[in-house]
């Protein structure tokens, strides 16, 4: 590292107050992640990893709060919110890596009590100075894996969601339609320059301005001291922050790369050879200098790295409801905003990939679950646009059996049926709710996804899970059991699956509202469409974790009775008495009965079901996060 008075020019120099900072927010969230992990241990259990959603956020906001502390201005935080073309086979290669990972997982490990019991296992490494643990940081090798398990599904978008509801950085932060970190190249060269703050190396290659540099976040050393006295008290907090800062332009004049291409022209030699010598690389890339103009193959590599005006795309929405749609859209979820701009931007396909869960690969995929409100929140999507380019179907990408496939899903193009599914859900949300007025929202969406699971499984000729993996994964302290076999792992992917679908409902429906011309809506369907989203803003945040629900004083934990009363009331068995029984009995003692061959009942709304209160359960949360906690 060099001395804090190097001239500023330098490749690499000291950062000190003052200093602007762009940062790459999911870069950002991913090296806390795995920087927490190198402190606090393998957290290998799947069960552990979903809790981590709940913890993510606030890790975050304490790592800005500590920047912030050390006199950096914040001036951007980016999101990735649209997949380039040139990305979609990358995407595909990393959801079958994670693939391989989770089945590899399963089949090294398909006992899993051979781990400690994931809410009672021993605690996790909490330091009495959170800055002493970040000091630590510098010195100790970042693991890419928790035994062989891939990162959680929505670390991101529940960091995001933490970061917007922060005061401080909210009108900072944007989910911009590209990645981002073209849009933090682009903003510092804009701007006068700034520090922008990242994980990726390809900054280095893209046009970031002068003045600009590039700062790794495992570069960063916080050091925070104990000094002196002032204005009568006896000892005050000073905050520094050193890194190295990386300058391309003197980097580029270093290496003598002062061409046309400068570093982009290494890139593509670095590229087409990565096992070269380097000295050989930028041999090749002086010499290629005049042939790479000519080129083809590097017109379509150097395109990666060109940035357009900030938000520019935001351009072809229809300026009279422009304000409005951009507010929404640069504050959606990331994976859902994909899809978003694939629709604004008319591709010839639209691709949802879906986010991967830790579930059990030897089973159907979790996704399986709450189909039915990702196809409405698709189609109630695609009415948004004109006439001529709606979709009849959107393509899901995820796990298939033991693939990774794209799925077909036929959407809702009858305006009349999308009204009416509507008025079904309303009308269900409703009637759940009416029965659990005496819980919290957490509480009522999480018995909400129980009864979804259990009812689509009857539906689907499957059998549903059993109640003691329910009511030990809801409630553990209260059964004083654990939970340690694949079964509630499965279960706890498919309530996430059912929670994720319901949240990417709620913003499909926000964007199609903002997003439909007048001709293709009618007032009572904008009436229609609230009604939903009144039920819909109730649900809580990327809480989906392990435990999945907190009962609190007076509160239900596991009302059994009440949410197999809604399910039958579903299905219709008020009058059969023996299809009824078979349903408990697969529910409750998971009997080897198959459910295959039986009919399928006509969804019908619970009208009411006899309430049971059962004693109160609480959980302490082990916070893997503690370590990144401002002291």
């Known amino acids: ?298 017109q379509l590599f150097i395109d990666k790295y060109r940035d357009s005006e900030e938000m520019s795309r935001y351009t072809g929405l229809n300026r009279s409801r422009d304000c409005g749609a951009q507010a929404l859209l640069i504050k959606l979820d990331p994976r859902i905003s994909e899809l978003v701009w694939q629709h604004i931007d008319q591709a010839e396909h639209s691709k949802m990939y879906l986010p991967f869960l830790l579930d059990d690969p030897a089973r159907s995929s979790a996704w399986d679950m709450a189909a039915s409100f990702r196809v409405l929140g698709y189609s109630i999507l695609s009415l948004s646009l004109s006439a001529q380019f709606r979709r009849k179907c959107v393509q899901e990408v995820g796990r298939r059996g033991k693939r990774i496939a794209s799925n077909n899903i036929p959407l809702l193009v009858d305006s009349a049926a999308i009204r009416i599914s509507i008025a079904d859900l309303v009308t269900l949300f409703q009637s759940f709710k009416d029965i659990f007025l005496d819980v919290s929202d957490k509480t009522r969406w999480t018995l909400f996804a129980v009864h979804e699971i259990i009812y689509t499984s009857y539906l689907n000729n499957k059998t549903p899970p059993p109640k003691s993996v329910l009511e030990t994964l809801l409630f553990p302290l209260q059964q004083n059991k654990p939970v340690a076999d694949w079964t509630a792992v499965h279960l706890l992917a498919q309530i996430q699956a059912v929670a994720y679908s319901l949240r990417m409902l709620r913003q499909f429906t926000e964007v199609g509202l903002a997003l439909s011309p007048t001709s293709a809506t009618t007032a009572s369907f904008h009436e229609l469409c609230q009604g939903l989203l009144t039920h819909l803003r109730t649900l809580p945040g990327l809480y989906v974790g392990y435990p999945i629900a907190e009962a609190e004083a007076g509160e239900e934990c596991f009302d059994w009775d009440r949410v197999m009363g809604f399910v039958y009331g579903r299905l219709d068995l008020k009058d059969q008495p023996d299809m009824k029984q078979e349903v408990e009995n697969n529910v409750v003692i998971q009997t080897s009965t198959s459910l295959l061959g039986k009919k399928k009942r006509k969804k019908k709304s619970c009208k009411g079901a006899e309430k049971n209160r059962p004693g109160v359960g609480t959980y302490v949360h082990r916070n893997i996060f503690t370590v990144l906690n401002a002291a």
């Open 1 to 298: 590292m060099l001395d804090a008075n190097t001239s500023s020019d330098s490749a690499a120099a000291t950062a000190t107050p003052g200093h602007r900072a762009i940062i790459d927010g999911p870069g950002l969230v991913y090296y806390i992640y795995y920087t927490s992990l190198a402190v606090s241990g393998n957290l290998a259990h799947p069960l552990k990893t979903a809790s981590l959603h709940e913890h993510i956020g606030p890790a975050v906001i304490a790592w800005l709060d500590r920047l912030r502390s050390c006199g950096i201005k914040i001036e951007r935080i980016y999101f990735d919110g649209a997949l380039p073309t040139a990305k979609q086979e990358v995407r595909l290669s990393r959801l079958e890596t994670y693939r391989n990972q989770s089945s590899a997982f399963r089949s090294a490990y398909s006992n899993l009590s051979i781990f400690p019991d994931p809410h009672l296992g021993s605690e996790l490494v909490n330091q009495d100075s959170a800055y002493d643990t970040l000091g630590s940081f510098q010195s100790r090798p970042i693991r890419r894996g928790r035994g062989g398990l891939p990162a959680p599904a929505f670390l991101v978008p529940a960091a995001l969601e933490a970061i917007l509801a922060n005061a401080q950085y909210a009108h900072i932060t944007k989910v911009v339609p590209g990645e981002a970190d073209a849009y933090c190249a682009g903003y510092a060269r804009r701007n006068g320059g700034g520090m922008i703050l990242t994980a990726d190396s390809d900054l280095l290659v893209y046009d970031i301005g002068q003045g600009s540099s590039v700062v790794y976040f495992a570069d960063i050393v916080f050091d925070h001291q104990h000094q002196g006295s002032q204005h009568g008290t006896s000892d005050f907090l000073v905050s520094r922050l050193t890194c190295n800062c990386y300058s391309t332009s003197e980097i580029v004049r270093q290496l003598g790369l002062e061409g046309p291409f400068g570093m982009s022209g290494l890139a593509f030699e670095v590229e087409q050879d990565p096992s070269a010598p380097f000295s050989s690389l930028l041999r090749k890339a002086k010499a290629h200098t005049s042939q790479l103009s000519s080129s083809s193959q590097f």
